[in-house]
């Protein structure tokens, strides 16, 4: 069945980076992508970006250009989302999630959130 | 890219039908058939109730079913069931290659 992990809950400072990772399992990893979506406390979702499997081309939302970074292991099966310059703003819960076409439709797969919290 | 548009909250009594609104753009919602609906429970992850406009996944009950008309989707409960309460959030695939979730709708049963 399909899984993802994520690492555990971060605290880190302003002006900090953090990296969250998303170990996969149960699915071809290499062909499929992944997208990262956050959510801050008592607000809603936001679509940070994605990684295309096959290629690992990777696209961003426009408010986190230049901040975010999602890379891939294939080897580890792990999909990594780093962001940087952090602010007290991007203190949020982080999920990683899949989609799976399984022939009939899709399904959806989400990591269990990573909460990272932003604090001097 | 601006989120999309939902209405902050909207609300109904058990059996009746609500629909909830999510307008966006040519470039996203109206140019593309890769609208989804997720919803969300209080400290829970969000689940997919409906993708590419209309289609349901498996399991999830045929009460729920979603449309578009130009650049607004929009989402029908119908027989709505205390059950259903919850935050319920659109997204659509853009012409950037990104996708842009709306700010959300907050459902009450009655």
């Known amino acids: 069945q399909v899984q993802l992990v994520q690492s555990g809950a971060e605290v880190k400072k302003p002006g900090a980076s953090v990296k969250v990772s998303c170990k996969a399992s149960?699915?071809?990893?290499?062909?499929?992508?992944m997208h990262w979506v956050r959510q801050a406390p008592g607000q809603g979702l936001e679509w940070m970006g994605w990684?295309?499997?096959?290629?690992?081309?990777?696209k961003y939302s426009q408010k986190f250009q230049g901040r975010v970074t999602i890379t891939r292991d294939t080897s580890a099966s792990t999909d990594y989302m780093e962001l940087s310059s952090l602010k007290s703003e991007d203190t949020a819960v982080y999920y990683c999630?899949?989609?799976?076409?399984?022939?009939?439709?899709?399904?959806?797969?989400w990591g269990q959130g990573t909460l990272v919290t932003v604090s001097s | 890219q601006s989120a999309l548009t939902q209405p902050a909250s909207v609300s109904g009594s058990p059996g009746q039908s609500i629909t909830i609104s999510c307008t966006g753009t040519?470039?996203?919602?109206?140019?593309?058939?890769?609208v989804a609906w997720y919803q969300q429970h209080p400290g829970k992850a969000p689940k997919l109730m409906i993708y590419d406009v209309s289609n349901r996944p498996s399991g999830v009950s045929n009460r729920f079913s979603g449309s578009k008309s130009g650049n607004t989707a929009s989402l029908i409960i119908s027989g709505l069931q205390a059950e259903d309460e919850g935050d319920y959030y659109c997204v659509s695939y853009t012409s950037s290659s990104t996708w842009v979730f709306g700010g959300g709708t907050k459902l009450t049963v009655l």
């Open positions: 990684i295309n499997g096959g290629n690992d081309n990777t």
């Open positions: 999630l899949h989609l799976e076409h399984d022939g009939s439709g899709y399904i959806d797969y």
């Open positions: 149960g699915y071809t990893f290499a062909a499929s992508a």
């Open positions: 040519s470039s996203d919602v109206g140019g593309y058939e890769y």
